[in-house]
């Protein structure tokens, strides 16, 4: 069995209307960069040559037009995932709340989208899903959280988790997001 697994991944065009949306037999080139209006932060700018149309790296995704570089994005994903709140956040990053608020909300939209793009590419066929449950304290050792989690059984990719409490309706949403 080949162990080694390819990392780079294909270039694809993201717009929908696109007769070439999500096709990896379209070409995609770079296309010049340009600066964002508020921080001055370089972005890439891609051609679609199937569809003859230009897009930035972030035009189709819920990150369109936010304040912000990917670092950022990065980092506060990250310190929402240690428990920080939004306004230490903001505070550690030197922005404000509300700006931090929308990176937040937007940033699982695009993970899941590339998670949905890399099971397409991979190619993944379920054969065997496998579900279990761990628990850990939040906060504090009063307050237990389950996290019920799917992967597929032979290649261990993961497929989706829920948070909750240890009961069937945690259950039946992570069935339900499957």
């Known amino acids: ?49 199937g569809g003859k149309h230009r897009f930035s790296e972030t035009r189709y995704s819920d990150l369109f037009q936010k304040q912000g570089s990917f670092k950022e994005y990065e980092m506060a994903s990250k310190m929402a995932c240690y428990g920080l709140s939004q306004t230490q956040i903001a505070n550690v990053l030197e922005r404000d709340v509300r700006t931090v608020e929308e990176w937040l909300q937007a940033t699982p939209q695009k993970s899941e989208q590339f998670h949905l793009f890399i099971c397409i590419t991979l190619k993944l066929k379920l054969f065997f899903l496998q579900m ?29 988790s829920e948070l909750g409490s240890r009961t069937n309706h945690t259950a039946n949403r992570l069935v339900a997001q499957i």
């Open 1 to 49: 069995m080949n162990s080694s697994v390819n990392t780079e991944l294909a270039l694809f065009c993201p717009c929908q209307e696109c007769d070439f949306y999500q096709k990896k037999d379209n070409k995609i080139t770079k296309d010049g960069s340009y600066k964002t209006k508020y921080d001055k932060i370089t972005r890439q700018r891609y051609y679609c040559h």
């Open 132 to 160: 279990d449950e761990l628990w850990s304290f939040c906060k504090a050792k009063n307050h237990k959280l389950w996290v019920f989690v799917a992967f597929e059984a032979q290649s261990k990719f993961w497929i989706s």
